[in-house]
C-alpha cells in the first residue's frame, strides 16, 4: 500500500511564492510519473504539471514559467515550486503518483493524496 502526504499549502498574496511537498511512503519499488492536479470551487480537477521518471516534464499553459515541478526518487518525493501566485490559482493541488510495489507480490500503483488548500489573495 503507498500513501502519499502533502504538505505547504496555506495562504499567500498575489506575487508572492509557495512551495508544496509530497512524500510517498510504503514498500515501493519504482515510481513511473508524479504529478500536481488542482481543483478550484465549482471546477473540474485540472492537470498543473506532471514530471516522468527521467525528468521530463510538462506543465499546463496556465502555469508555464511560473511553476517548476522536481522530484528527488531517494526520498519518493516531488516538489511544486509556485512563483509569481495569482488568485486564480487558489484550489486544492493534489499530488499523485503511480508506480510499483513489492509487497509479497510485485503489483502496480496509482495513488493520490488527500489535497493541500493553496488560497492566494488579491
Known amino acids: 500500500q503507498v500513501q502519499l502526504v502533502e504538505s505547504g499549502g496555506g495562504l499567500v498574496q498575489a506575487g508572492g511564492s509557495l512551495r508544496l511537498s509530497c512524500a510517498a511512503s510504503?514498500?515501493?519499488?519504482?515510481?513511473?510519473?508524479m504529478g500536481w492536479y488542482r481543483q478550484a470551487p465549482g471546477k473540474q480537477r485540472e492537470l498543473v504539471a506532471v514530471?516522468?521518471?527521467?525528468?521530463?516534464?510538462n506543465y499546463a499553459d496556465s502555469v508555464k514559467g511560473r511553476f517548476t515541478i522536481s522530484r528527488d526518487d531517494a526520498k519518493n518525493a516531488v516538489y511544486l515550486q509556485m512563483n509569481s501566485l495569482k488568485p486564480e490559482d487558489t484550489a486544492v493541488y493534489y499530488c499523485t503518483a503511480e508506480g510499483v510495489i513489492v509487497d509479497g507480490l510485485i503489483a502496480s500503483f496509482d495513488v493520490w493524496g488527500q489535497g493541500t488548500q493553496v488560497t492566494v489573495s488579491s
Open positions: 510504503g514498500t515501493i519499488f519504482s515510481i513511473n510519473d
Open positions: 514530471i516522468s521518471s527521467v525528468g521530463s516534464t
